[in-house]
């Protein structure tokens, strides 16, 4: 992948930024810790210069190490998927308006998604940018826009605010993050808001997922909000959910010939589910460690206290963030599957082959897809840049939670999947894949 080679940080240009008030009102776009306090001092998110995959390729291009190249049909789509080695296979196909080009998707034309560990892709026919969601793992979630004019010199720019008024809120764990939303979606694809709306993860019940989406696979008797257009004027309770259930076959619902597959796959949904919170909560962790060193540096200067001192206040903050870490990682409270569930692409096969495995040959990577995601219920993000970059001290009391979960006698509610039979392959897993984690132990 792009970020592997290093290079120094590039810098770019941004957005203009649209007056908050004219889309929210204040009251909407206030986190519970102050307007967007990550855009001040000590993380300082639009003046701290990125360092992710994006900036990394976009220096690699201005030095002429690399060529972006572009596709008539999918503009700079493709070649860019090809540098940041994002696969086809994890394609979601999109079609309420709730994105950013919002006017160009509809149940005929929807939004195409793809992503990897590190960076997500949003295209839309006809669409006048690629749209960007970068990890950085200083700042979180980084957005940009790549224009689908051919240029000789295509410049990645990135946001200045506009994408933090959906992206940095409550359901992304009010730091800047990805977030996978379930939204009942009327024919011309406008969400109807008022028969509820859900963000999507791991433990989400299956008859809350992904509303607004186009979903291939089967899951047996369960049943989901995809590939379903409901009508505003007859209520919630008319929706038939059996319409949208197993469908293999999107070609009687959607014209798929304009993307790069035939496929919405539903088991890269389910990991895209996943994956998108646990980004938000290791953005979270990094961003309470550093507001609470900050915090203490400020008082034990004007207390005259030791300059290492910890306060309490500062304690319970970066405690509750690790261990709400830690429990999404163990895959705290995961919905259980009744049924198996199986997708329509090489999504899960591919998928299953990556990451580090031990010498049992299992890998965090592996599938299970009969009563839960993962065969090893512990997350493969803990390989993410965002994760191996936490701050030491951070990582240290996730590795030593990790260790007591994984040995205690009595499970905390919520990991009764925990068996000793797992706790075991976990730990054995972690030994022999994650030094970084387990040198803590």
Known sequence: MV??????????????????????????????????????????YHQTIANNSITQLQSQLDQGKTTLKYSDQHGYLPGLMKLLEVSPTTQALVYSKSSLQLRRINPTTPRALYFNDEVYLGWVQGGEVVEIIATDPQLGSVFYTLSQRPIDSPKFIQDKGQCLQCHAARRTQNVPGPVVRSLFTSHNG????????????????????????????????????????????????????DDGANVTDLS????????????????????????????????????????????????NAALDRDPKFQSEFTKRRTTRSIDTLVRYLLFADEFQ??????????????????????????????LDLQTRLFRYPLSYMIYSSSFKQLPPSTLQRIAQKLQQLLTADVNEKGLEHLTPKIKIALLDILKQTHPQLVKYW
């Open 252 to 299: 009687k619902l959607v014209n798929t010939k304009p993307y790069l597959t035939n496929e919405s796959d539903i088991v890269a949904l389910m990991v895209l589910e996943h994956q998108t919170q646990m980004q938000n909560l290791i953005t979270f962790a990094h961003y309470e460690e550093v507001r609470g060193r900050e915090y203490d540096k400020s008082m």
């Open 190 to 241: 406008q969400p109807v808001f008022n028969f509820g709306t859900y963000v999507s993860d791991h433990t989400s019940p299956f008859s809350q997922r992904w509303g607004g989406y186009y979903v291939t696979g089967t899951h047996g008797n369960m049943r989901h909000m995809g590939n379903i257009l409901v009508d505003a004027n007859q209520g919630r309770s008319a929706v038939d959910y």
């Open 3 to 44: 970020s592997s080679l290093n290079p120094p940080p590039a810098v770019f240009g941004r957005t203009p930024v649209l007056l908050c008030m004219v889309l929210f009102s204040l009251s909407q776009i206030c986190s519970a810790q102050g307007l967007f306090d990550f855009e001040r001092p000590p993380i300082d």
């Open 337 to 366: 599957l009744t049924a198996h569930v199986k997708g329509t692409s090489a999504f899960t096969e591919t998928f299953s082959k990556r990451g580090p495995r031990d010498n049992h040959d299992r890998s965090l990577y592996q």
